[in-house]
């Protein structure tokens, strides 16, 4: 059993600050970098006790403080080992063998059988808007969601449910008053359990919400690439489950991007390559996972040309697959070569729109 990105960061919270008070701000700044809903905290509350339970960690172990937040009777001190007392990625790994950490895929998608005849489905839908917002641009949010997300391989969007069939996931966009502000609030759900995946809360204004939408739809990719069937039986649906949890652990370790997290990514993807052969998503990674120790952290240029040459033979079998575009974009961004970083970017975004952002910074960097 392994935990999910936010309940980890979640229980590493609370544990750090056994058995004091956390506060809900507190929460929502370390879980999501982002203001959430209590409900959305709560949600995952839940979803934590439920990871821990099958380790016999009773549900009042993490308690609810009114008013202010929660806590947890869980003790750092009695979890630490005296290799790892300083290493704040490892502290629940120490609990138990089974814990570790999971990117942005929930486990429970991760584990479900998946076959390759079925296509996953995402329906976008949005809560009615307060009185004071003009309806036409809400919907035009809506659809504005719809088709970003439209852009992405391997999952059918849906732009209105489908009667007596629940999709695969749900992206749900609603506005909530805060003060004299509007925060656009955006959740990505399992559609089957409604269980949150992860939310993002922005500061609603119609003139920039393609930019939030944008953002939101960045995070989305990880779980709806998880779910893609592109590559048939090279894909990530049907691998064994150890390997979708240690891919998606190197995962959620390369989006921190610190070198200790990068380091213990390229192990992990290396094992697994070792173990089970080539598996195109997974070298994929392990190629920005290079890339990355030489763009953030001054690696051997060596390092970049192994991964820019690991990436042209993805792109070249299989030139269809924007992910494996933007991983030659990372390579060759690590080599200093921006121009064709950019156009391998370009071709990236058609199917990863947020991609956008990217693009856009490089050609303002251009001289």
Do not use: C
């Amino acid at each position: 059993m392994r935990l999910p990105d936010l309940s980890f960061r979640l229980i590493d919270l609370l544990a750090s600050r056994a058995p004091a008070d956390v506060t809900y701000a507190e929460i929502e700044s370390a879980v999501w970098q982002a203001q959430v809903t209590r409900e959305t905290i709560k949600q995952r509350v839940k979803l934590l006790r439920d990871g821990l339970a099958p380790l016999g960690v009773p549900e009042h172990a993490i308690e609810a403080v009114r008013n202010i937040g929660y806590r947890t009777t869980l003790s750092i001190g009695l979890v630490e080992t005296p290799e790892r007392r300083g290493d704040r990625s490892f502290i629940l790994a120490a609990v138990a063998a089974a814990l570790a950490l999971m990117a942005a895929v929930a486990v429970h998608l991760l584990a479900r059988p998946t076959g390759t005849a079925v296509v996953p489905t995402l329906l976008v839908e949005s809560l009615a808007p307060p009185a004071d917002v003009d309806p036409a641009g809400w919907e035009g949010a809506r659809r504005s969601l719809v088709r970003d997300l439209s852009k992405i391989d391997g999952v059918r969007v849906l732009d209105r449910p489908t009667p007596g069939k629940p999709p695969s996931l749900l992206a749900r966009l609603a506005l909530d008053r805060d003060d004299n502000d509007l925060r656009l609030s955006t959740e990505l759900l399992d559609g089957p359990s409604s269980a949150v995946l992860f939310a993002e809360s922005y500061r609603y204004d119609p003139a920039s919400v393609d930019r939030s939408l944008t953002h939101f739809a960045s995070n989305a990719y990880a779980v709806i690439s998880a779910l893609s069937l592109q590559l048939g039986d090279e894909g990530m649906p049907v691998q064994p489950d150890a390997v979708r949890g240690d891919y998606a652990r190197a995962f959620g370790l390369w989006r921190r991007g610190d070198r200790q997290a990068l380091v213990a990514a390229r192990s992990i993807l290396e094992r697994l390559l070792a173990e089970r052969g080539a598996l195109p998503v997974v070298q994929s990674l392990l190629v920005r996972v290079k890339a990355d120790l030489v763009l953030g952290h001054v690696g051997d240029a060596a390092l970049a040309r192994e991964a820019r040459q690991e990436a042209e033979r993805l792109v070249a079998a299989h030139p269809d697959i924007g992910e494996f575009h933007y991983s030659l974009a990372r390579a060759l961004l690590a080599l200093g070569r921006r121009e064709a970083a950019l156009d391998e970017l370009r071709i990236a975004q058609r199917t990863m729109p947020f991609l956008s952002r990217d693009v856009a910074a490089i050609e303002r960097a251009a001289p």
